[in-house]
């Protein structure tokens, strides 16, 4: 495999008892030129030789954070923990990923903007402002997070016990491997099983209602 940056010895920092290295570039790649200096990482598999994925200008990986595929941080970003961050996603401005979460697709995180736990951002999703993303959420499609009250995370307590995120911008639910509006959750639900389908049903309406209430 031939690498795609180097790490350069005499020019780190220390973060929290850590010391990471800047990042210069060994070859073209995108839009990263040969000789370009990149941000900082901890050690190499924080970010892949391989694709375009990139840390730029400030911005921090370290701990066993991967960086991979057309992936980019940059800003003051720092991503770190257990995370991931994968496909075309973009991490920049003061934003944090950490613990096992993970963003992917062609989402963005920025802003002040946190995603942590065992939180996922995918596709086209946005996080950003003071948004906090955690726990179990998924935030997927093109959703929009800009406040921590921008999406709700409930738990299935009758057959899976799996937890399920409804977000408000766009009004859609993530289930498991589904994704749609409210009544067609509910349709799929009962195909699946009457209490399954009363319940998912029980929640939407606990949506709507909430929703009211709020306007």
């Known amino acids: 495999m031939t690498k795609k940056y180097e790490l350069l010895t005499e020019d780190t920092i220390e973060v929290f008892g850590r010391k990471l290295f800047r990042i210069k570039a060994l070859v073209s790649?995108?839009?990263?030129?040969?000789?370009?200096?990149?941000?900082?990482?901890?050690?190499?598999?924080?970010?892949?030789?391989?694709?375009?994925?990139?840390?730029?200008?400030?911005?921090?990986?370290?701990?066993?954070?991967?960086?991979?595929?057309?992936?980019?941080?940059y800003g003051n970003a720092m991503v770190f923990g257990d995370a991931k961050v994968y496909g075309d996603a973009g991490i920049f401005g003061n934003a944090r990923v950490y613990d096992k979460a993970k963003v992917c697709g062609d989402a963005k995180v920025y802003g002040?903007?946190?995603?942590?736990?065992?939180?996922?951002?995918?596709?086209?999703?946005?996080?950003?402002?003071?948004?906090?993303?955690?726990?179990?959420?998924?935030?997927?499609?093109?959703?929009?997070?800009?406040?921590?009250?921008?999406?709700?995370?409930?738990?299935?307590?009758?057959?899976?016990?799996?937890?399920?995120?409804?977000?408000?911008?766009?009004?859609?639910?993530?289930?498991?491997?589904?994704?749609?509006?409210?009544q067609e959750l509910i349709k799929k639900a009962y195909k699946d099983s009457k209490t399954s389908g009363k319940c998912y049903e029980a929640y939407v309406n606990l949506v709507l209602e909430l929703e009211k209430i709020e306007k």
């Open 29 to 73: 790649f995108g839009v990263v030129r040969k000789g370009e200096l990149g941000g900082y990482i901890e050690k190499e598999s924080n970010l892949s030789h391989e694709d375009k994925a990139w840390v730029y200008s400030h911005a921090q990986v370290y701990g066993d954070a991967e960086v991979s595929s057309d992936a980019r941080v």
């Open 112 to 182: 002040d903007a946190r995603v942590y736990g065992d939180a996922e951002v995918s596709s086209d999703a946005r996080v950003y402002g003071n948004a906090m993303v955690f726990g179990d959420a998924k935030v997927y499609g093109d959703a929009r997070v800009k406040l921590s009250k921008d999406y709700i995370v409930f738990k299935n307590t009758w057959s899976s016990f799996r937890w399920f995120t409804y977000t408000k911008s766009n009004k859609m639910w993530r289930v498991g491997c589904f994704y749609g509006t409210g």
